[in-house]
Nanobody, 123 residues
Framework: QVQLVESGGGLVQAGGSLRLSCAAS????????MGWYRQAPGKQRELVAA???????NYADSVKGRFTVSRDNAKNTVYLQMNSLKPEDTAVYYC?????????WGLGEHDYWGQGTQVTVSS
């Protein structure tokens, strides 16, 4: 089993910054893509940013230029640096990882989610 533990959420004023972290632990052989999603009340969960094991990143248009995703492969950890935060960034942020695990004599890939961390931006 694999656990994704997020940290770093909280309350911040508009224009402020927060840094989210998500560490994977457990039966991890390797991790392919890691990313962050968010879900605001009454809205669907949406991709915020994702990064491959090689460091290629993509972002939602709404956060380009303000958010930066990064990862430390040795620590199985992904980060989300959020700057110039806006009230519309308020949501529960979820970490996601495509984890490769040893299964018998082979390998299998499974999708895991963190428990979510609340980010609230006040105007």
């Amino acid at each position: 089993q694999v656990q994704l533990v997020e940290s770093g959420g909280g309350l911040v004023q508009a224009g402020g910054s927060l840094r989210l972290s998500c560490a994977a632990s457990g039966s991890v052989f390797s991790i392919n893509a890691m990313g962050w999603y968010r879900q605001a009340p009454g809205k669907q969960r949406e991709l915020v940013a994702a990064i491959t094991s090689g460091g290629s990143a993509n972002y939602a248009d709404s956060v380009k230029g303000r958010f930066t995703v990064s990862r430390d492969n040795a620590k199985n950890t992904v980060y989300l640096q959020m700057n110039s935060l806006k009230p519309e960034d308020t949501a529960v942020y979820y970490c996601n990882a495509d984890v490769v695990q040893v299964e018998g004599w082979g390998l299998g890939e499974h999708d895991y989610w963190g428990q979510g961390t609340q980010v609230t931006v006040s105007s």
